[in-house]
């Protein structure tokens, strides 16, 4: 078999175009005002309702802050050897996989069942590793070569990139809680043979509400959050217990399954880079990897490797998809390490997001952030611990999380458990690098930062507790109203700080 491993790879031209990024902020303003008009939510007097703001403006959102990302860069830190390796890595994170057949055998591996096929589409904007884009690259993905897939209900063109998963097993009560994969290899032109796999019916586990979304989590910052002693994130949890009883907060670190403290993902439900990699690469491309050597559905023999292929082209040898170098050792330095070790590099070297250069009202809002109480939630900041790798020792992790898992009640409750994450838990959500974030929230339920701070208050019901959150966020709907020396109220500084971070 031909060998034409680690050369560049193809790309998704996933991302907009000027002109429609220009469109779509027109949109996303339009939709942006129209939401802040309709924010409701039970109890307390919020902003915009009747005792309102007064004569004072509601805060509002201004909206993401446009291209260029101020994401997405490397630490300039790095050593030169590390920097040697960043082009790679990043072609890696790029790479579009299919089923067999291509010119690359790194690439082969996709399916049974998929959501996209490459690391970079989902996790796009404003730059590669970061989060949903603007415009929906699974239009562009579903139905490649040949491919029979319906694009489910959920996924619009201008809305964000998701996943779905069941809560519950057909019979409606026992867990289920998995990822259940959009889309399926039936017919495409590199699967030759494979007829037989069907597309989870999205439809009817809406009809019986069983149906959950999770959008996609940025990457940038991660190496940092790996580093954070246990010993602080516990320290931070113990702190301020008195103000935080008061109001209502408690919250507990999920963990991982050798004890300690996980991590990453909307319930803090894994430990590291490297799993989560590996959990990505199978349940989201269908490429059975290092970690998860299974394919991700073994139903129909014809759907599973090796495929059938043209002379001269490459196919997958069996499980894993995955090409750890070693099997095919002695290979030239550059196709190590692995995949699940060159995405986790890649996560790595990305800084976090660079805020934009403080103003008064940012300055206060800042202030407003701490006095309100979102800080005891969202943790400002960690300091890494000392790290092999000199860019990422000792720094400061300005990533607004306490890396604790919260209750938030049944108006965000997904009914999904993870670990020790129950239904209505979830991670305090990293704020770094939320001014360019296009949607909010476990399930992107909304585009306006406004309307994703009322959303953390719940009232309790018989299944839930209250949110955590409820406190806090009356103390933000009770701000004054009136105007500062800086022309805004202390909620639009607050509002001001978040899209400049
Ligand atoms: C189909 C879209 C999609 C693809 C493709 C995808 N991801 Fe993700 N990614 C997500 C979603 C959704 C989440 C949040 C998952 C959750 O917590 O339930 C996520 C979360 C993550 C996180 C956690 C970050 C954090 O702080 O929580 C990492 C790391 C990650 N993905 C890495 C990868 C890697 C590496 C690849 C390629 C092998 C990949 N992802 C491919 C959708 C995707
Ligand atoms: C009790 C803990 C807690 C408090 C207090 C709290 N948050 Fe959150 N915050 C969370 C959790 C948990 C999430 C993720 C919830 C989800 O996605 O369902 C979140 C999500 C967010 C998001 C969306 C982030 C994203 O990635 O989509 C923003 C913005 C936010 N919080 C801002 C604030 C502000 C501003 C305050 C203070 C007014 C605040 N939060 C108070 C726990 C808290």
């Known amino acids: 078999m031909r060998r034409i491993d680690d050369s560049p790879m193809q790309t998704n031209s996933g991302l907009s175009s000027r002109q429609r990024l220009s469109i779509f902020l027109t949109v996303a303003l339009l939709m942006a005002l129209s939401a802040t008009l309709l924010i409701s939510r039970p109890a307390t007097v919020a902003h915009g309702q009747s005792s309102g703001c007064g004569s004072n403006p509601c805060p509002t959102d201004p909206g993401p802050r446009p291209l260029p990302a101020d994401a997405g860069a490397f630490y300039s830190a790095l050593t030169t050897n590390q920097n040697a390796i960043t082009t790679r890595l990043t072609q890696i994170f790029t790479e579009v996989n299919f089923v067999a057949g291509g010119p690359l055998v790194k690439t082969v591996g996709l399916g049974p069942r998929f959501n996209s096929n490459s690391c970079n589409s989902c996790h796009a904007y404003p730059a590669v590793g970061g989060s949903s884009s603007p415009t929906n690259p699974l239009f562009g993905i579903y139905q490649l070569m040949g491919a029979t897939n319906t694009m489910p209900y959920f996924i619009t063109t201008n809305g964000p990139t998701m996943v779905a998963r069941f809560p519950y097993l057909s019979d409606g009560v026992t867990p289920d809680g998995s990822v259940h994969q959009m889309f399926t290899i039936s017919n495409r032109t590199d699967a030759p043979g494979c007829t037989q796999e069907v597309q989870p019916n999205f439809t009817q586990a809406q009809s019986t509400n069983d149906i959950i979304f999770r959008q996609v989590t940025p990457t940038y910052g991660v190496g940092l959050m790996e580093l954070i002693p246990e010993t602080s994130i516990l320290a931070n949890m113990n702190a301020n217990l008195p103000l935080k009883a008061t109001l209502g907060i408690t919250g507990h670190p999920n963990q991982s399954d050798d004890g300690t403290i996980a991590r990453f993902g909307w319930k803090a439900q894994h430990k590291s880079m490297i799993t989560f990699s590996g959990e990505a690469y199978t349940v989201e491309e269908g490429v059975s990897d290092e970690a998860f050597p299974s394919e991700n559905d073994e139903t129909y023999p014809t759907c ?86 000199a860019a990422l020792s000792n720094q400061t992790a300005t990533l607004y999380s306490d890396l604790l898992v919260h209750d938030m009640g049944p108006g965000l409750a997904d009914n999904v458990t993870q670990g020790a994450a129950s239904g209505d838990e979830f991670r305090t959500a990293p704020l770094w690098g939320i001014g360019q974030r296009q949607f909010f929230l476990h399930d992107a339920r909304t585009n306006n930062i406004v309307t994703a701070i009322e959303d953390h208050y719940s009232l309790g019901n018989g299944i839930y507790p209250a949110s955590e959150a409820n406190a806090v966020i009356t103390n933000f709907n009770n701000l004054p109203t009136t105007v500062g020396t800086d022309g805004n109220t202390q909620a639009q500084d607050l509002i001001n700080f978040l899209r400049s971070l």
């Open 304 to 389: 599973l490797p090796p495929f059938p292929v043209a002379p001269g082209t490459n196919k997958t040898k069996g499980v894993p998809d995955d090409r750890n170098d070693t099997g095919e050792a002695p290979k030239v330095g550059v196709n190590f390490p692995g995949d699940l070790e060159r995405f986790s590099l890649f996560m790595r070297f990305l800084q976090p997001p660079t805020p934009v250069a403080p103003t008064t009202s940012t300055t206060n809002g800042l202030a407003v952030f701490n006095s309100v109480g979102c800080n005891l939630c969202h943790n400002v900041s960690f300091t890494s611990s000392p790290s092999s790798i």
